[in-house]
């Protein structure tokens, strides 16, 4: 039997790893599917109808799974970190149950009209209901990350104790939502759930135009609409993977700034020091270096004084602060360390990608650079591994503490959980989400190896819905 | 820091806020058991129909509806855990196992109506059609027996009252599910559909009279033959006698009409017999549980503003997919 502490850890580690993947698809898809539904309604392009009615079938199934393990969250801050909840409630509750009525609500109650009413609603309702669905999903973000935020860089709070035990209380809400983190946060997922779910767009659409040889004069139906995808996928590859580069830089520096002991994980630093190298490409040349990176030790290239020059915003000089100088342990070096890599060098290469396709697009050969395309097929996941390993520098990261130099993450976990309980409920998760993540898989490769809706049965319309099931939205 | 001035100081216009927020936590979770209640009526009703045709009709009846009607579960949570941040934790921690289960099953039944969708093969539908049954019987189960341990007080997983009051939700969830189906199906369906209402609206009761004779024998402190639990219970056979008539005479939109009336009654029930207490395990009371002022105000003020919004979501969902389910028009 684990540990109760580890295994609720763990445990609420792999769920929300888990559940991230389904809100991403869903927010990234967002802006895609208003988009879709406008151009489907002001113009007779039957390819906008195709768009739309391809891209919501995924996002229906995102959803679904979405929902379904975005409940198990809320129910973890209850079932495994009691102490947690009862102490912070007044300030994490909140933001929860706003989330719920401003967020979900819309978004659930108006995909019902979105998926299932083309037929029934005028295209004016339609297009609200496209962007009720989209508002509420990133009206989720806004909730969740309010809460998040606030644990990373928490203000507006009181401490008291209430008969021996921790109370957090609301003092000053506006400064407790309205905190420093938030805008970061909020704008640097966002952004990389557009990213990422672009990404996707990209690997699928270029898949099927190497697959099938795809080129820009066939007239079958199906390339239209892959050829449609990539460049729209393409054209917002363009702005926010870069985007993504320069807003994350900034967002280093206001870590450094509120969570120095974060930063000094990210950039393996255990001695104060000044000058420090930024380590782009760090080749680990023992196993050690891998379970315990330390930045003086590392074999690499280094960019001198770039860690300085991140942590300040300009300055190669800047000192930072060692892990050692912290009264608490160090959170988990050689994760935050590594994730942070990962993240980066993925970012890098979006951009990088992002710049050779639109190289290709510029010399008309789009469509005939089958290394590109396999390029894109192989990264179309890549943008939800980096948000993956994103959130593992920032969770992982502010170790020890679940909120900020105030609670640790050891005394928020319920005090009457059992070892049996908290491992069983980790292995039984373990197996439910894998084979979760596998029907997922499955499902939506059959919804892609199926492709778009023909026009023909767009024209024939909704009504007779063909018992293939490819009408996932009539 | 800014200065909130009174609305940090005293409840908003001097409400008795800390008894409105136990009412509203309640009523979101009547909300629940209500809307989502008759989607697990339906899949309870799927398992006894082996027609294709009928099957999808049964599915694209709750189709457009499920997902947000879920979400009031979502918004209870979100609720308890912002106004009584310590009966969420103590309740949600002590029934851990509990509580997991309920999420198991929640996961089942939402995943089974679109996975069946996926797939048009026989041995695929099977099987996700078995999910979907089990998924919608088993929730309002677990969450029967959920209720009945929060009011008792009782600790382990499962109890001899938990197993009652969970067949009474599982018997009040089908009552709800053929009063939805009749309405939005027609023909032979419609008729054995509604074949049905008697004999669960039947079980229902009889598992609510058990459970109250348990009450009453057992625990006394409990205040069963109080005035207000007695009316909950004569508006109850009121109404349970409205939906039996309703159905006898095909009047099926009045025969739904009595499905809140029976959920709220059963939920105010629960409610009543609680106060003053919030978590009876503990014997943490309504007012020491409630969350201190300011936070309080501010949930009271967002709720005041959201909620009246929420239901006219739901208005403009169910009247656009309001009426019976056309021929062939399927879930998809």
Do not use: C
């Amino acid at each position: 039997m684990l540990d109760p502490v580890i295994a609720s850890r763990l445990q609420f580690a792999l769920t929300t790893i888990v559940h991230i993947i389904f809100p991403v698809m869903s927010m990234g898809l967002a802006p895609f599917l208003i988009y879709f539904t406008w151009k489907d309604i002001r113009t007779d392009d039957p390819v906008y109808e195709q768009l739309r009615r391809f891209w919501t079938k995924i996002f229906a199934v995102s959803f679904v799974v979405g929902t379904v393990t975005g409940i198990v969250l809320e129910f973890e801050f209850g079932t495994n970190f009691a102490a947690f909840s009862t102490a912070a409630g007044e300030l994490f509750g909140g933001p929860l149950a706003t989330e719920g009525m401003m967020a979900f609500m819309l978004e659930a109650t108006f995909l019902g009209v979105f998926v299932f009413g083309r037929e029934k609603v005028s295209d004016a309702l339609y297009m609200v209901s496209a962007v009720a669905v989209g508002l509420g999903t990133w009206l989720s973000a806004v909730w969740i990350l309010v809460a998040n935020s606030w644990m990373q860089t928490p203000r507006g709070y009181e401490l008291a104790s209430e008969s021996g035990q921790l109370v957090v209380s609301l003092v000053d809400p506006i400064a407790a939502y309205a905190n420093p983190r938030f805008p970061w946060m909020f704008v640097h997922m966002q952004n990389a759930a557009v990213l990422s779910v672009a990404l996707f767009m990209a690997g699928v659409a270029a898949y099927h135009v190497w697959q099938r040889g795809i080129d820009a004069d066939d007239d079958r139906e199906a390339a239209r609409f892959w050829r449609k995808t990539l460049k729209i996928a393409l054209v917002v590859l363009l702005v926010t993977a870069p985007f993504q580069a320069i807003h994350g830089d900034a967002y280093g520096r206001h870590v450094y700034e509120t969570q120095p002991q974060k930063f000094a994980a990210m950039e393996a630093v255990w001695e104060t020091d000044s000058y420090v190298p930024e380590y782009i490409f760090a080749i680990p040349t023992s196993l050690e270096h891998i379970t315990d990176p330390r930045a003086k030790e590392l074999l690499g290239i280094g960019i001198p004084g770039g860690a300085s020059w991140l942590a300040s915003g300009g300055d190669p000089q800047a000192e930072i602060t060692g892990l050692n100088e912290f009264d608490t342990e160090a959170p988990p070096v050689a994760i935050v360390f590594w994730s942070f890599r990962l993240m980066v060098a993925a970012g890098f290469w979006f951009i990088l990608l992002a710049f050779w396709a639109a190289y290709r697009w510029w010399t008309d050969d789009l469509y005939d650079d089958d290394l590109l395309h396999k390029a894109f097929v192989g990264s179309s996941l890549l943008g939800i591994f980096a948000v993956e390993v994103g959130w593992i520098v920032t969770e992982v990261g502010r170790q020890p503490w679940v909120i900020q130099g105030v609670l640790k993450t050891s005394d928020g976990v319920s005090p009457g959980l059992t070892g049996f309980e908290a491992t069983l409920t980790l292995v039984g998760f373990a197996v439910v989400y894998s084979g979760l993540l596998a029907l997922y898989t499955y499902v939506i490769r059959r919804i892609i190896r199926e492709g778009p809706p023909s026009v023909d049965e767009t024209a024939a319309g909704a009504e007779t819905a063909s018992p293939a099931g490819v009408s996932g939205d009539d | 820091m800014t200065d909130y001035g009174a609305f940090a100081t005293g409840p908003l216009f001097g409400l008795p806020l800390q008894e409105l927020w136990f009412g509203l936590v309640f009523f979101i979770l009547g909300m629940f058991l209500f809307l989502d209640g008759f989607d697990f009526g339906v899949g309870a009703i799927f398992a006894t129909r082996d027609d294709d045709e009928e099957r999808e009709t049964l599915l694209a009846a709750i189709g457009p509806f499920w997902d947000g009607n879920e979400v009031w579960l979502v918004v209870f949570g979100g609720a308890l855990f912002a106004a009584f941040p310590a009966v969420y934790a103590n309740l949600f921690s002590r029934h851990y196992l509990l509580m997991f289960a309920i999420l198991g099953a929640l996961i089942l039944r939402g995943l089974a109506p679109e996975m069946y969708e996926q797939r048009h093969d026989e041995a695929w539908q099977t099987w996700w059609g078995r999910a979907f049954v089990v998924g919608s019987v088993s929730t309002p189960f677990l969450l029967g027996v959920f209720a009945a341990h929060w009011l008792l007080g009782v600790e382990s997983l499962l109890s001899l009252p938990g197993v009652v009051v969970g067949l009474a939700v599982v018997a009040l969830t089908v009552v709800a599910g053929v009063g939805f189906l009749a309405m939005k199906t027609r023909g032979s369906l419609q008729r054995d559909v509604a074949d049905y209402g008697p004999r669960a609206m039947a079980a229902y009761l009889a598992l609510v009279v058990v459970t109250l004779g348990y009450l009453v024998a057992v625990r006394p402190d409990l205040g069963v033959l109080a005035p207000i639990p007695l009316a909950l219970v004569v508006v109850s056979l009121a109404a349970a006698a409205g939906y039996l008539l309703a159905l006898r005479d095909g009047r099926y939109t009045l025969a739904f009409a009595t499905v809140p009336v029976l959920v709220f009654a059963f939920v105010a029930l629960v409610a009543t017999l609680m106060f003053p207490l919030a978590d009876p395990a503990t014997g943490l009371t309504v007012a020491d549980a409630i969350v201190s002022v300011l936070p309080l105000n501010i949930m009271s003020v967002a709720s005041a503003l959201l909620l009246p919004l929420v239901f006219a979501y739901f208005g403009i969902l169910y009247s656009t997919f309001s009426g019976p389910i056309e021929t062939g028009e399927s879930y998809s």
